[in-house]
T-cell receptor, first 113, second 108 residues
Framework: DVKVTQSSRYLVKRTGEKVFLECVQDMDHENMFWYRQDPGLGLRLIYFSYDVKMKEKGDIPEGYSVSREKKERFSLILESASTNQTSMYLC????????????FGPGTRLTVT | KNEVEQSPQNLTAQEGEFITINCSYSVGISALHWLQQHPGGGIVSLFMLSSGKKKHGRLIATINIQEKHSSLHITASHPRDSAVYICASANRDDKIIFGKGTRLHILP
């Protein structure tokens, strides 16, 4: 049973803080993804990684960076949090490519005040 | 650029009704995903299909490649089916595009 876990379910941070969101998967998947989900906009891809130390920008990478030092762990970093980054953040992993089943973490609801 | 459109945006039905949610996309794809998201946020993959039809319990997903259209059906709907249903297309350039979701509410 694939498990994708995220470090926090709920997080409240202040404007300007550096924020780390962590995602861990236990199925040795090659690909990992970070999305944000906002009402009326659906899921949007921030960054993805297809291998250790590899990363690719998604549709909305501005204000974010990522780190993948180990295959099972993919971190999303908000260098200086802003109120427009208040959102639900979802991590996902998949074997080989997006044509394969995506496994999602439970999500982190981040509020920036 | 691929666009993924879902309809309806919101759907309220009585328990036991047959439910259909539609998804259309604009370019050729390698696979179409149907996902379910319950209140609280967790997303579960229901189906991944590239042709024909798949069935799992009371859920059925179909895809028509020529018409670039997929449907998700729920038979004998139940209040526990209340959720947001999301379709997503996996494009041939290995990008995934999500629809905005259909919010389904089944009344007891």
């Amino acid at each position: 049973d694939v498990k994708v876990t995220q470090s926090s379910r709920y997080l409240v941070k202040r404007t300007g803080e550096k924020v780390f969101l962590e995602c861990v998967q236990d199925m040795d998947h090659e690909n990992m993804f970070w999305y944000r989900q906002d009402p009326g906009l659906g899921l949007r891809l921030i960054y993805f990684s297809y291998d250790v130390k590899m990363k690719e920008k998604g549709d909305i990478p501005e204000g974010y960076s990522v780190s993948r030092e180990k295959k099972e762990r993919f971190s999303l970093i908000l260098e200086s949090a802003s109120t427009n980054q208040t959102s639900m953040y979802l991590c996902a992993s998949t074997d080989t490519g997006v044509a394969y089943e995506q496994y999602f973490g439970p999500g982190t609801r981040l509020t920036v005040t | 650029k691929n666009e993924v459109e879902q309809s309806p945006q919101n759907l309220t039905a009585q328990e036991g009704e047959f439910i259909t949610i539609n998804c259309s996309y604009s370019v050729g794809i390698s696979a179409l995903h149907w996902l379910q998201q319950h209140p609280g946020g967790g997303i579960v993959s229901l189906f991944m299909l590239s042709s024909g039809k798949k069935k799992h319990g009371r859920l059925i997903a179909t895809i028509n490649i020529q018409e670039k259209h997929s449907s998700l059906h729920i038979t004998a709907s139940h209040p526990r089916d209340s959720a947001v249903y999301i379709c997503a297309s996996a494009n041939r350039d290995d990008k995934i595009i999500f629809g905005k979701g259909t919010r389904l509410h089944i009344l007891p």
